[in-house]
C-alpha cells in the first residue's frame, strides 16, 4: 500500500449493499498501542526486575515466539495474492507481474544458491552482504511506505514535495535500527565495523523523519490523520529508544505488528467488498458459505504454517516476499481494481 491516490478520488465500495466495509482510522491507530505496552514492559523490567525479562525470556527475534510464527511475517504476504484468483484482476496484472516473478526468482536462486557454492569466498561474501543490505532496505521501505501511504490517504493529502524524503529518512532509519538490531555482530567487512556508523545515522535521520513529518502534518485536512502520522514517528523514536536499551525484540515487533495487522485488515476488506455481490475470487467462491473477513486471515495462517514445515520453504518464502513488495507498489496507486473496492474513514 504505497503511495495513496489523490484524496478527491472516490474510493467509495458499491454503495447499493449495506454491508460494504471501509476501513476505519480510529481501528488503525489504535494498533500503535502497542508501543506504549512495549515501552511499559521495559520499563518495568528495567527499573522493577533488574532486566529478569530482557535475560531470561525475551528472545532475540520474535520469530521464536509461536504466536508470531503463526500470525505475522509470512501469513499477511500470501494474503495479498489471493485476490489474484479473481479474473478481471489476473488479466489486469498478470504481464507486471509475471516479468517480476521471474527477475526475482532468478535473482534469489543466484544470490542465495549460486553465489555461496559457486564464487570466491570474499567475492561471496560480499555480494551476500548486498543482497542482504538491499532486501533489509526494501522490507523497511515497503513498511514504511505502506504506514506512511495510508497516513496521507487519512490525512485527506497528496503527496506532496515532503513526501518522498520523508518516506526515504524513514526508511533508512528504520534500515539502520533494524541492521543493528537483526545482525549488529556480522556488520564489521573490510576493517570498518559498519554498526557503530549505524548506531550515529540512525538517530540523525529519525530527527530529520521528524522535522519533515511535522512540516507535512501542517497541511492535514484531518485531526485523526495527524494523529495518525505522528504515531508513526512516535514509533521510530520509541524502536531507537528499544535498541539503546537492549530490547531488540521490541524494535523488529512493534513495526512489523502493526503492518502485518494493517495490512490483513485492509486486504480483508478489500476482499469483501470486492465479492459483496458476486463471487469474483474462486477462493471465495469456493468457500460461498464464509465471510472473507474470515477466511483471507485463516487460510493465510493455515497456509504459512504448512509451508514453513518444509526446509525448501526458505527460497521459494523469499521470492514471493520480495515479488509482494514490488505488487503492492503499484496495485493501491492510483485508480486501480484493488483502490476502488478500499475508503477510509
Known sequence: MDTPMPATASV?????????????????????????????????????????????????????????????????????????ADKEYYRSYKSRVLKTLAIVSIAVVLFTLVVPVA??????????????????????????????????????????KLYSPFRWCA?????????????????????VRFGAIFELLAPAFIAISCVL?????????????????????????????????????????VPRFVHDITAFYIYSVHDHNRN?????NYIYRTVYFLSPLIVCPVLAMGLSIALEQSALFVAPLLIVTLLHYYVEGF???????????????
Open 171 to 191: 526508511t533508512l532509519s528504520g534500515t539502520f535500527m533494524y541492521s543493528l538490531a537483526v545482525v549488529d555482530h556480522d556488520l564489521y567487512f573490510v576493517g
Open 119 to 160: 564464487a570466491p569466498s570474499a567475492l561471496a561474501r560480499l555480494l551476500t552482504i548486498l543482497f542482504s543490505a538491499f532486501v533489509i532496505t526494501y522490507t523497511m521501505y515497503h513498511v514504511l511506505s505502506q504506514q506512511l501511504g495510508v497516513a496521507l490517504s487519512m490525512m485527506k493529502i497528496r503527496p506532496g
Open 276 to 280: 459483496l455481490q458476486t463471487r469474483h
Open 12 to 84: 467509495t465500495p458499491d454503495t447499493r449493499f449495506a454491508t460494504a466495509l471501509s476501513v476505519s482510522g480510529n481501528l488503525l491507530t489504535a494498533l500503535y498501542c502497542i508501543i506504549p505496552v512495549c515501552a511499559a514492559v521495559v520499563v518495568i523490567d528495567m527499573l522493577l526486575l533488574d532486566q529478569a525479562l530482557m535475560r531470561n525470556y525475551l528472545p532475540s527475534s520474535p520469530e521464536q515466539w509461536l504466536i508470531w510464527a503463526v500470525a505475522f511475517d509470512t501469513p499477511h504476504i500470501l494474503a495479498s495474492f489471493f485476490s489474484f
Open 331 to 345: 496495485i493501491w496507486r492510483g485508480d486501480t481494481l484493488h483502490r476502488r473496492q478500499v475508503a477510509f474513514r
Open 213 to 253: 513529518g511535522h512540516n507535512l502534518a501542517k497541511d492535514s485536512k484531518s485531526a485523526k490523520g495527524t494523529l495518525y502520522l505522528y504515531s508513526n514517528l512516535a514509533m521510530l523514536i520509541v524502536a531507537y529508544a528499544f535498541w539503546s536499551w537492549g530490547y531488540g525484540v521490541f524494535v523488529i515487533a
